[in-house]
């Protein structure tokens, strides 16, 4: 088949009450400027000591810095230290840019400042770690891992489930090399919990989970109180398909630590798998623990909504109404609600305040589709059109979300004129091409069809939707059978269980006349989708088969799906076969 939708917050300060009068003469060491790493919980406080006298160029530069740090201008105050950390060569002044750049997330400056201070003091632990840091943060974690592992045994703490992260967002290549490199590491220092952390970690995302449970649990055996690594453990067990486990864990954790928020927070988002009402009731906790928190009041309004409880639902939404990085999705979800309960212009007005963030697309195709059942098309149409001038930075989906309503509407000309359109604005994008091409489908049009798809493919070789959609739209269109195959197979081969894959490829089974082979692979399909165009074609394959009631079935399944299925229609008129009515 074809698928047809494409598509440390803590004040910087430096630790002097007379700054103005210490900053006139005075170098501090590292230890002594009060800047503290973000893992800090509170500044230290006290005069710094006094080294050398500063030249008055840079008393101005750092007096204006600290000023900068009392009213929360931090890229102004890293801009001024950095500056005189080049300057005067102040091991003191080094450290504070240092330390301002990690808080700040400068990596570029982190570098820079950490490999100043590692010259003047190759065993600074805390430069070392916020070097480590930076280089995790521009993804190189496995050079991050030396600078993480010359703070073992400081008094700072070392971190390596950062630099694991980290190498989450690399090649497969760079994965298994960092790997290797953290588990020599282990090797080396068997008893650090925080590396252990990290190697779990590594293993969590590496889909090695018998292994990364056991070292999570090591880790939880020497330290029970570690809630990081607690939520690692039952993020392995989800992944081992043990949720009850996983649960049971957090209860325990939450009953020992109740004002914990991260893991009540995990609990509430797991049992909305499993149990709604539950759910319901930890992320009621959460709300009268953390009032002010609107991610948490969002959350609860879902949960409502999802239980059907649409006036709690709505009255959480319309409190998110007045805080501007709420005021989208509340809109959006508050339409959602209006549309369950048909109330179709309140649901209309809301999604046109939907102004930007996460839900735009969906409330601009929430909004096309109901002014299209509402006003007709031609409004819906004129609707898209000025979103498209409003939004310039969505215009794609935006022609997308309109060339859905005309393929739904069966206008195939018009579908293909507006895609057109938008390639002229963007030549080259894969989802307008492939969307075209349905059109061109859909028309018969096989040049053109076959030209766009061909067009992605020369971008994208192993672009293995264009694969398929290429080979099934040839098989139904074309004699070209044995090339239809060779397609679908390359296409299988880069995702073997995706259904829709698998649904084309014994289509085309069943068009070359080997049943068995057709019957096995679309049997495969619609034991994952029962999506009405593969229960079309498995129907048909059981009904050559003479396994009628199993083919009667199969369909019936598919129109539950959709009971206005086109393709079931077709295939029930052209075999002659009339279903018994339903119970």
Known sequence: MRRTKPYFYRLLQLSIPAAMLVLA????????????????????????????????NSFHDLLVAEFAIRRQQYDLALQLYMKQAKQTGDLGVIATAARLSQFVN?????????????????????????????????????????????????????????????ALAQSEMDQQAFETAIRDLLERHPDNLNLKTGVALTLQYRNQEEEALRLIREVLTADPSNMHALLIETRVLQQLGRINEAIDRLR?????????????????????????????????????????DDAIRLALALVNREIGDYESAKELLRDLLARSDQRDNAHYFLGRIAEQEEAWDAAMDHYRQVSGGDQLIAALTRLAVLRSEQDGLPQARADLAAARLRFPDQDIQIYLIESDLLFEHRLYKEGFALLSGALKRHPDNTNVLYARSLFSERQKNVALMEQDLRQILS???????????????????????????????????????????????????????????????????????????????????????GRREQAISVWQQGLNNKPSSTIIEETLQRLQVNLPDSE
């Open 459 to 545: 971008n994208d070789p192993d672009n293995a939707t264009a694969l398929n959609a290429l080979g099934y739209s040839l098989a139904i269109l074309t004699d070209r059978l044995n090339e239809a195959q060779t397609l679908v197979s390359k296409a299988l081969k880069l995702r073997p269980d995706d259904p829709a894959i698998q649904d084309s490829y014994g289509w085309i089974a069943f068009r070359l006349g080997d049943l068995e082979v057709a019957e096995n692979y679309l049997s495969r399909a619609f034991s994952q989708s029962k999506d009405h165009e593969i229960a079309a074609h498995l129907g048909e394959v059981l009904w050559r088969l």
């Open 25 to 56: 003469a005075c170098s501090t060491t590292p230890e002594q400027t009060g800047l503290e790493p973000a893992q800090a919980d509170e500044p230290e406080t006290g005069l710094v000591t006094i080294v050398k006298p500063f030249p008055e």
């Open 106 to 166: 400068n990596e570029a400056a982190a570098l820079q400042s950490t490999a100043h201070w590692l010259t003047l003091k190759p065993d600074a632990a805390e430069a070392h770690f916020i070097r480590a840091t930076a280089l995790a943060r521009s993804r190189r974690p496995l050079e991050a891992l030396q600078h993480m592992e010359a703070v073992i045994g400081s008094d700072q703490e070392s971190n390596f489930a950062t630099l694991a992260a980290s």
């Open 252 to 292: 325990f954790a939450v009953d020992e630590y109740p004002y914990h928020k991260r893991l009540r927070l995990n609990l509430a988002q797991l049992l909305t798998r499993s149990d709604i009402f539950q759910a319901k009731a930890q992320y009621t906790v959460l709300h009268n623990q953390h009032p002010e």
